[in-house]
C-alpha cells in the first residue's frame, strides 16, 4: 500500500460513516485477495462468520476491535485495529459502541428493559442521575459528554421515517424512584407521550406476571432492510451484540414469550400515568408538608 493511500484510509477513518466502512472493507478484501484467501477460508481463520466477513467488505456493518485484532493475526501487523473507525465523536460506554452503530441503521427495534427506562425514553433530568450513579466516577465534562450522546439518539423519534420502536418495561421501572418523584413524574409521562403519539409501543411487564424468559437482564432486538436481524444483551459493565441466527432467534422467542405476559399497550400507558399521577402526589407533598 502506497502512503498516500494509507493517510486517505486514515483521514476517512477518524469518522464511522458509510465511507469510511466502505474503505474499511475494501482494504480488507485487498488484503484477503492478496494472500489468495476466500472469505470461507478467511473465515476459519479468524474465527469471524463468512457472513459477517462480507457484510464488512461492502462496508454494511462495522468491525469490531475484536475483528480488527483477529484479522491483523492473519495478515499481520495492527492495521486494522489502528485504522478501526470511530462513532464520530459520540461518547458512550465501550460495550455499547457496536450496538450504537446498529441502532442507527435498523427499521425495527424492541427492547426489554428489567432496572431503567432504555436509553432512547430517558429525559434529560433522569439520564443526569442514572449517569451520576455509575459505579465509575466521572467528571462534569464526562457526564456531560455522554449525556448529549444519550439525549441525542432519541431524535429519531423527531418523525415517523425512523424506526419503529418497542418498549418493554419491568414494573420496577416503573416503581424506581430514579432522582425523586418529580423527576419519575415526567419521565414515566414523557414515555405516555411517546406512546399516545403512535411514536412507540409500550408494553408493561407486571410483577403479577411472575417468573419470565427475560428475566436475566436487557435485550435489544433489531432489524434492518438489508441486513439479517440481531440482538444485543446487557448487563453491568458488558454488553455483546449476537449475530449467529441460532442465538438471535432464541432471543426473539424468549422475547415473544414475556410480551405474552406483559400488558396491551393501552392498558400499560393507563399505568404508566396512574404512576406519574402518585409520584406527583407524592412530589406536592413533599413540597408541602
Not at 469510511?20 to 477460508?41: D, F, H, I, V
Not at 469471524?48 to 480488527?68: K, L, N, Q, W
Amino acid at each position: 500500500m502506497t502512503t498516500r493511500s494509507v493517510r486517505e484510509l486514515i483521514y476517512v477513518a477518524i469518522e464511522d460513516n458509510p465511507i469510511s466502512r466502505e474503505k474499511y472493507g475494501q482494504q480488507l478484501k485487498l488484503k484477503r485477495e492478496e494472500l489468495g484467501l476466500t472469505q470461507e477460508e478467511l473465515s476459519e481463520l479468524t474465527i469471524i462468520s463468512r457472513t459477517h466477513i462480507a457484510h464488512m467488505e461492502a462496508g454494511r456493518r462495522r468491525p469490531t476491535v475484536d475483528d480488527a485484532r483477529r484479522l491483523d493475526k492473519v495478515f499481520g501487523g495492527n492495521f486494522f485495529e489502528e485504522f478501526l473507525p470511530t462513532l464520530d465523536g459520540k461518547r458512550v460506554a465501550e460495550h455499547f459502541k457496536e450496538a450504537l452503530e446498529f441502532e442507527g441503521q435498523a427499521t425495527v427495534i424492541r427492547e426489554y428493559a428489567p432496572k431503567l427506562v432504555p436509553g432512547l425514553l430517558q429525559t434529560e433530568e433522569y439520564a443526569r442521575e442514572v449517569l451520576n450513579s455509575g459505579s465509575t466516577p466521572k467528571n462534569d465534562e464526562e457526564r456531560d459528554r455522554l449525556l448529549a450522546t444519550r439525549l441525542g439518539r432519541a431524535r429519531i423519534f423527531d418523525d415517523f421515517d425512523s424506526p419503529l420502536f418497542w418498549a418493554m418495561l419491568d414494573e420496577s421501572v416503573l416503581r424506581r424512584p430514579i432522582g425523586g418523584p418529580g423527576i419519575m413524574c415526567r419521565q414515566l409521562r414523557h414515555i405516555a407521550d411517546l406512546g399516545e403519539s403512535r411514536r412507540i409501543r409500550v408494553h408493561v411487564l407486571p410483577f403479577s406476571a411472575g417468573a419470565h424468559s427475560l428475566l436475566e437482564g436487557f435485550v435489544s432486538l433489531m432489524w434492518f432492510d438489508e441486513l439479517p436481524p440481531i440482538a444485543y444483551t446487557e448487563s453491568l459493565l458488558s454488553g455483546r451484540v449476537w449475530e449467529l441466527p441460532s442465538v438471535v432467534r432464541q432471543c426473539q422467542v424468549a422475547y415473544d414469550h414475556a410480551l405474552g405476559d406483559a400488558l396491551s399497550h393501552r392498558e400499560s400507558l393507563a399505568m404508566l400515568r396512574s404512576v406519574a399521577d402518585d409520584y406527583e402526589h407524592e412530589a406536592l407533598q413533599a413540597d408541602h408538608p
